[in-house]
């Protein structure tokens, strides 16, 4: 296991978008665009996922019973997916906002 560390930028917790307006917006894509992720979409997306939003209390930006927060966030980058970012499986660790390296390497094929 490699333990490289990658700090992530902070997450913008003010939004841009009414959640009514991100609903009635939603649609299915199946053409992406061939560029990479910027490292602050990646880092908006993982915080969205578990990130904390009251230090303090240590609340998280999902609900857990018993704020035992059970689930583990992995992140599988594939290469030229993510600016910044190399090819690997990378695990985010909620305390420090951070993605750290668990398997170097292009595991997109083998996961599908």
């Not at 609903?23 to 665009?33: K, M, V």
């Not at 992140?75 to 951070?98: F, P, R």
Request: hydrophobic content about 40%; some cysteine; charged content about 20%.
């Amino acid at each position: 296991m490699n333990t490289r560390q990658i700090s992530l930028p902070p997450p913008d917790k003010k939004g841009g978008m009414s959640l009514a307006e991100a609903i009635s917006g939603r649609e299915s894509i199946r053409d992406f665009a061939p560029k990479p992720l910027s490292l602050s979409q990646l880092s908006q997306m993982l915080w969205a996922t578990q990130g904390i939003t009251d230090a303090s209390w240590g609340r998280r930006a999902v609900p857990s019973a018993g704020a035992t927060y059970p689930l583990e966030i992995f992140a599988l980058c594939g290469e030229n997916c993510v600016e910044k970012v190399g090819a690997g499986i990378y695990h985010y660790d909620v305390a420090s906002h951070s993605l750290t390296l668990f398997y170097k390497g292009d595991f997109r094929r083998e996961l599908a």
